[in-house]
Every structure is written in C-alpha cells, then in structure tokens.
C-alpha cells in the first residue's frame, strides 16, 4: 500500500507536532510526504499534478491542526481546486473512488474539551463530519481519524509517544473496519479448517 501525506500547517517550522509527525512519517517505506504550503506559497495550485500524486497513491492521509474547527486555509482551496467534477465526483467523476481517506489531526486543547456538551461543545466526530462527507461524495473511505489533543502543553514524552502512536495509527493496513473484518473472518475459517 503507498501511502500519501499531504501536510497543511501554514508555519510548519515553527510547529512542534505537526512537524515531528511528518519528519518521522518521511522515513517510513511506502509514504510520500508533502509540504503544502511550502509547495505553494503563492497559492496557485497545479490540479495536475496533484491529481496525478493523488492517483499513484492508495492511502491519502489530511495532517494538519484544527483550525476554527475546520481545516488551515490552503486545506480548503486545496479540496475545492483539486476535487474537480468529472473527476472527483459527479458524472465521470471516479478517480478516487475505493481509495482511503485518513484525518490526522492536532489540537491544541485537551481531549475533554472535544466531547459533545464540553468546552467546544461538539464532539471531534461531529466536528469531522463535513470531511467524512467529502470522502464520501468522491468515494472515498473515510478511515477512523487520528487525532491528537493537547498540542499547546505537551511534554517531550508525550509528543513522542503521540510521533510513534500516528505511525502506527496512519500505517496500520487493517485500519479499514471492513478490511479488519475480512481479515478476522478469514483467520476464523482458516482456523475452523484447521480443526
């Protein structure tokens, strides 16, 4: 499975999180990292070779922190530009199709401030709906996200735990419920053969 990781922070250098995720996802076998925003300071995005990235890759993992709870700005022209009709969705429109979906998302707040009736009212679920529904109309699978919280207080030990958890999380081939589950039933009947 190749993997890509498309980077949005709009000053990654001087995050801590965000930074250290795509840093160690770099050296990982099977994954592209990509810089957004240093990719296109400017703004003008090439829709053809972002289509054309996208298209070689099996996973395509959205890092980024939560911004007003939404995505960073260039997140947003990105899908509007990049997610044409008649190639993302509508007539035509299947190019992603099958292809997974992964959030990977840091916040600065904590864990209990992103529950329904907390701080933020919603829960990170609710907050992540328009992104799942996005996944959806292009046909794409919407993984469970990776999301962690905290970013403004984390310790040095817990940002490393949350590089390795990420990795794990964003490489784990069976993260697809339906893949897991496949996966389950096969071992179950090799094992009832097996008997």
Known sequence: MKTLVNVFHPRLDQSTVNRRWAEHMARQPGVTVRHLDALYPDR??????????????????FQHPLFWYSVPPLMKQWLDDVLTYGWAYGPG???????????????????????????????????????????????????????????????????????EAYARHALDPLLDPQKRLAGLLKQMEEEHVAL
């Open 93 to 163: 429109g299947t190019a992603l199709a099958g292809k997974e979906w992964l959030s990977a998302i840091s916040t600065g707040g904590p864990a209990d401030a992103y529950v329904a009736g907390g701080y933020n009212t919603y829960s990170m679920s609710e907050l992540l709906k328009p992104l799942q529904q996005t996944a959806n109309l292009i046909g794409m699978k919407f993984l469970p996200p990776f999301v962690w919280h905290g970013a403004v207080r984390a310790t040095p030990e817990a940002l490393a735990e949350g590089v």
């Open 44 to 61: 003008a995005i090439d829709v053809a070779a972002e289509q054309a990235v996208l298209l070689a890759h099996d996973r395509i993992v």
